[in-house]
């Protein structure tokens, strides 16, 4: 669809006129009401990556960018980059049959103790493997911690604890917990598949029972040139996820007690005992795969310095959401109204802040909108190994995402910004609008690596996201939201969105932007920075 006429689509279902507010609204906080009318509207369907809303969505964002001057980044100057994806999902409930040393088969029954997964490398796959306990799956060599000390899981299936120990600093526990980084370790030392095993915790922040729900949605992988998915790991695939239920099968006649595991595993150390489980587990996963495309949206702001233009900061937010749920419900839309039409409409106003100002900052300014972030930040690890922009010249990303624009904010958390130059950058812009910066009050969600910025971060590029802070009854906002409307089709413009505070959201945005791009120096890791080292300038981005 044209730009003419998404926006005739937009006018003629009257949506710009639906969101007004009773208040007066200043310039900024129109706009983002106005884009976030259309976001969020019906007409696009939950915006999910590959489908009719999402395009429509995207000509909709390059029609604001052209509308602002900003030059094409994306192919064949154009404002869109092409990604190519396989979109994956279960074809079945596969198969999962535990042994036990008798030879004798015991029930996994699905949906209570085991929910098979998926693989997007291939149709079918099966692995029959004796079992190697690991606790968490840990590897901190900067803590002098192996999990794999001792035991050897060559030919064999890990299972790993979902989650990493509380102890640990939040983004480097969120590191630790990631399912990418745990995959990694264990094929590294020869597992030929993996198990993740769920604990009373990370139940009680996720049920089991929403695996059951979703469990056939389609997931997403960018395609390699040779046509083939990406897949992070490809001799170890994640073969099932184990309920707390399911997990006391797998620990019968353990040498340890799985209530044991589990204390263990919830003191401040997480450090459970590690061992070979008494079972063989024999799993078989087949997988329906296609190819689809979506595209990410860019667009450039030149810098005005000789030297300086060369490097870009990067603003980036997520353009896509679920799409349309399925079942019976008369509401069955997710319009993804603060995820992330939200993060979509304060880009929109950072960059029109750095046009109306007048005064062309020294570095180039990337404005990039991303496909694919709820199937796995799959646009944004598009991007980051296929810039559009110079690879050297990318200094750092200022990712929007999810602002929860349901109160006015007083606080903001800062992901990542304290382990590099960009972290003053932070603290003074946060202090000119009057906001104060507080630590991650939710560090058992390992948010740090959940949002585009992390791309960007393997990629070695220093990166922050700013959450909106848990001060002047954001708490009780914050949770109120994930609890009853993330991903749920109550994510719309019904609720009580202020857009005073999407207009504060942008601005402290831009002013870090803005900030980063007229420094003289850019932005480097902090020296021994955890994230630094891990990924400084390596261009593997977990890719191993």
Request: a neutral charge; hydrophobic letters at 40%; one cysteine or more.
């Amino acid at each position: 669809m044209s730009p003419s006429k998404v926006i005739a689509a937009a006018l003629a279902a009257g949506l710009v006129a639906t969101a007004v507010q009773a208040q007066p609204l200043d310039r900024s906080a129109e706009n983002i009401r106005a884009h976030m009318a259309f976001l969020a509207s019906d007409l696009l369907e939950g915006r999910e990556a590959g489908s009719r809303g999402y395009d429509i969505a995207a000509e909709y964002a390059a029609a604001e960018f052209r509308k602002l001057g900003l030059k094409p980044a994306g192919d064949g100057g154009t404002y869109f980059q092409r990604v190519p994806m396989v979109s994956y999902r279960a074809a079945d409930k596969g198969q999962f049959v535990l042994k036990g040393a008798d030879g004798r088969s015991i029930e996994m029954v699905w949906g209570e103790d085991q929910v098979v997964s998926r693989n997007a490398a291939q149709a079918e796959t099966r692995v029959s493997a004796p079992l190697v306990f690991v606790g968490y799956g840990v590897v901190a060599p900067e803590r002098g911690r192996d999990d794999y000390a001792g035991l050897d899981v060559r030919g064999k299936i890990v299972v790993a604890l979902d989650g990493a120990p509380r102890g640990y600093q939040t983004e480097e526990r969120a590191y630790y917990r990631s399912g990418r980084t745990k995959r990694l370790e264990a094929e590294k030392r020869g597992a030929v598949g993996f198990i993740s095993v769920e604990t009373p915790t990370s139940e009680k922040l996720s049920p089991f029972a929403n695996m059951t729900r979703s469990w056939q949605s389609w997931s997403m992988s960018w395609r390699e040139p040779s046509g083939a998915a990406f897949v992070i790991a490809p001799a170890t695939p994640q073969l099932a996820t184990v309920s707390v239920k399911g997990a006391a099968k797998l620990f019968a006649g353990a040498p340890v007690g799985l209530e044991q595991v589990y204390a263990a595993a919830e003191s401040e150390a997480g450090d459970p005992p590690r061992f070979a489980l008494p079972r063989t587990a024999e799993v078989v996963m087949r997988t329906e795969r296609q190819d689809s495309e979506s595209r990410n949206v860019a667009a450039l702001l030149e810098g005005s310095d000789p030297r300086l233009a060369r490097e870009t900061v990067v603003l980036s937010a997520h353009l896509d959401h679920v799409g349309v749920r399925r079942g019976e419900e008369a509401d069955r839309i997710n319009n993804g109204a603060l995820d992330n039409a939200a993060g979509v409409a304060t880009t929109f106003e950072a960059a029109r802040a750095f046009v109306d100002s007048g005064r062309r900052p020294k570095r180039s300014v990337l404005f990039l909108l991303v496909t694919a972030e709820e199937k796995g930040l799959v646009g944004a690890e598009y991007f980051a190994r296929n810039p559009t922009v110079a690879r050297e010249g990318m200094v750092a990303n200022v990712n929007l995402d999810m602002p929860i624009l349901t109160y006015d904010f007083v606080d903001v958390v800062a992901f990542g910004a304290d382990r590099s130059a960009i972290g003053p950058a932070v603290r003074r812009a946060a202090g000119r609008m009057g906001v104060k910066l507080s630590p991650d009050p939710m560090p058992e969600e390992g948010l740090f690596t959940r949002s585009d910025h992390y791309r960007f971060v393997e990629a070695g590029v220093p990166s922050t996201f700013l959450m909106t802070g848990f001060g002047n009854g954001g708490e009780a906002q914050f949770r109120g939201f994930l609890a009853k409307c993330y991903h749920k089709p109550c994510d719309d413009l019904s609720q009580p969105i202020s857009y005073a505070a999407g207009a504060k959201f942008a601005k402290i945005n831009y002013e870090i932007a803005r900030e980063l791009a007229d420094a003289p120096q850019r932005p480097v890791w902090n020296p021994g920075d955890f994230f630094g080292e891990k990924f400084r300038r390596r261009g593997q981005a977990a890719d191993r």
